[in-house]
Protein backbone atom coordinates (compact mmCIF):
# COMPACT_ATOMS: atom_id res chain seq x y z
CA UNK A 1 0.00 0.00 0.00
CA UNK A 2 1.28 3.30 -0.55
CA UNK A 3 2.48 5.58 1.75
CA UNK A 4 1.25 9.22 1.98
CA UNK A 5 2.57 12.28 3.65
CA UNK A 6 1.46 15.88 3.40
CA UNK A 7 2.79 19.14 3.96
CA UNK A 8 2.49 23.03 3.21
CA UNK A 9 0.10 23.85 5.93
CA UNK A 10 0.05 26.54 8.25
CA UNK A 11 -1.70 29.61 9.56
CA UNK A 12 -2.31 32.13 6.65
CA UNK A 13 -4.62 35.17 6.72
CA UNK A 14 -7.87 35.36 4.92
CA UNK A 15 -7.02 36.19 0.96
CA UNK A 16 -3.94 34.30 1.28
CA UNK A 17 -2.02 31.40 -0.22
CA UNK A 18 -0.77 28.34 0.48
CA UNK A 19 0.48 25.03 -1.80
CA UNK A 20 0.00 21.74 -0.54
CA UNK A 21 2.22 18.98 -1.14
CA UNK A 22 1.75 15.33 -0.86
CA UNK A 23 4.25 12.98 -1.66
CA UNK A 24 3.78 9.43 -2.54
CA UNK A 25 6.34 6.03 -1.62
CA UNK A 26 6.06 2.35 -0.98
CA UNK A 27 3.33 1.88 -4.17
CA UNK A 28 1.80 2.61 -7.45
CA UNK A 29 0.64 6.32 -7.91
CA UNK A 30 1.01 7.13 -11.44
CA UNK A 31 -1.83 4.73 -12.07
CA UNK A 32 -4.15 6.15 -9.62
CA UNK A 33 -6.22 9.12 -9.80
CA UNK A 34 -5.53 11.16 -6.32
CA UNK A 35 -7.58 13.28 -4.30
CA UNK A 36 -7.41 15.99 -1.51
CA UNK A 37 -10.45 15.89 1.37
CA UNK A 38 -10.46 18.25 4.12
CA UNK A 39 -12.08 18.03 7.79
CA UNK A 40 -13.78 20.47 9.60
CA UNK A 41 -13.60 20.37 13.37
CA UNK A 42 -16.52 18.01 14.35
CA UNK A 43 -17.75 17.34 10.64
CA UNK A 44 -17.33 14.79 8.00
CA UNK A 45 -14.20 14.95 5.74
CA UNK A 46 -15.11 15.92 2.20
CA UNK A 47 -13.51 16.04 -1.11
CA UNK A 48 -12.22 18.85 -1.82
CA UNK A 49 -10.47 18.37 -5.43
CA UNK A 50 -9.49 15.04 -7.48
CA UNK A 51 -7.30 14.76 -10.42
CA UNK A 52 -6.88 11.60 -13.05
CA UNK A 53 -3.82 9.25 -13.18
CA UNK A 54 -2.55 11.73 -15.88
CA UNK A 55 -3.33 15.11 -14.45
CA UNK A 56 -6.10 15.49 -17.95
CA UNK A 57 -9.06 15.98 -15.68
CA UNK A 58 -9.54 17.26 -12.77
CA UNK A 59 -12.83 18.61 -10.34
CA UNK A 60 -13.69 20.56 -7.60
CA UNK A 61 -16.10 21.08 -4.54
CA UNK A 62 -18.20 23.77 -5.73
CA UNK A 63 -16.74 26.14 -2.27
CA UNK A 64 -13.57 26.40 -3.71
CA UNK A 65 -14.23 26.33 -7.54
CA UNK A 66 -11.84 29.33 -9.38
CA UNK A 67 -9.73 29.51 -6.02
CA UNK A 68 -8.24 26.17 -5.83
CA UNK A 69 -5.71 23.92 -8.45
CA UNK A 70 -5.00 20.38 -8.26
CA UNK A 71 -1.79 19.10 -9.94
CA UNK A 72 0.89 16.14 -9.97
CA UNK A 73 4.05 15.15 -11.38
CA UNK A 74 4.16 11.66 -11.64
CA UNK A 75 7.48 11.98 -12.06
CA UNK A 76 8.24 13.19 -8.44
CA UNK A 77 5.32 11.22 -7.32
CA UNK A 78 3.35 14.11 -5.59
CA UNK A 79 -0.12 16.03 -5.93
CA UNK A 80 -0.37 19.17 -5.19
CA UNK A 81 -2.87 21.52 -4.26
CA UNK A 82 -2.77 24.95 -4.52
CA UNK A 83 -4.91 27.08 -3.10
CA UNK A 84 -5.87 31.62 -3.41
CA UNK A 85 -7.87 33.36 -1.66
CA UNK A 86 -8.07 31.95 1.53
CA UNK A 87 -11.27 31.98 3.75
CA UNK A 88 -11.52 31.39 7.33
CA UNK A 89 -14.17 28.91 6.24
CA UNK A 90 -10.91 26.61 4.66
CA UNK A 91 -9.91 26.17 7.92
CA UNK A 92 -9.29 22.30 8.26
CA UNK A 93 -7.00 19.23 8.42
CA UNK A 94 -6.49 18.53 4.62
CA UNK A 95 -5.88 15.45 3.99
CA UNK A 96 -4.81 13.64 0.41
CA UNK A 97 -5.74 9.76 -0.77
CA UNK A 98 -5.15 7.72 -3.70
CA UNK A 99 -7.94 5.80 -5.58
CA UNK A 100 -7.61 1.98 -4.63
CA UNK A 101 -7.97 1.05 -8.27
CA UNK A 102 -5.83 2.24 -11.51
CA UNK A 103 -6.60 3.89 -14.46
CA UNK A 104 -10.35 4.86 -12.52
CA UNK A 105 -12.13 7.67 -11.79
CA UNK A 106 -13.30 7.77 -7.93
CA UNK A 107 -17.17 8.88 -7.20
CA UNK A 108 -17.26 8.18 -3.90
CA UNK A 109 -15.22 8.92 -0.53
CA UNK A 110 -14.83 4.75 -0.79
CA UNK A 111 -12.64 4.26 -3.95
CA UNK A 112 -9.71 6.02 -1.76
CA UNK A 113 -7.86 3.78 -0.02
CA UNK A 114 -4.91 5.04 1.26
CA UNK A 115 -4.56 8.43 3.65
CA UNK A 116 -2.25 10.81 4.59
CA UNK A 117 -1.97 11.87 8.24
CA UNK A 118 -3.50 15.36 7.05
CA UNK A 119 -1.95 19.15 7.43
CA UNK A 120 -3.84 21.97 9.01
CA UNK A 121 -4.61 24.97 7.36
CA UNK A 122 -5.70 27.70 9.41
CA UNK A 123 -7.01 31.15 7.74
CA UNK A 124 -7.66 33.84 10.37
CA UNK A 125 -10.19 36.30 9.67
Known amino acids: QVQLVESGGGLVQAGGSLKLSCAASGGTFSTNSMGWFRQHPGKEREIVAT????????DYVDSVKGRFTISRDNTENTVYLEMKDLKPEDTAVYYC??????????????????WGQGTQVTVSS
Open 51 to 58: ISWRGRTT
Open 97 to 114: ARDSNPYHWPRRSDDFDS
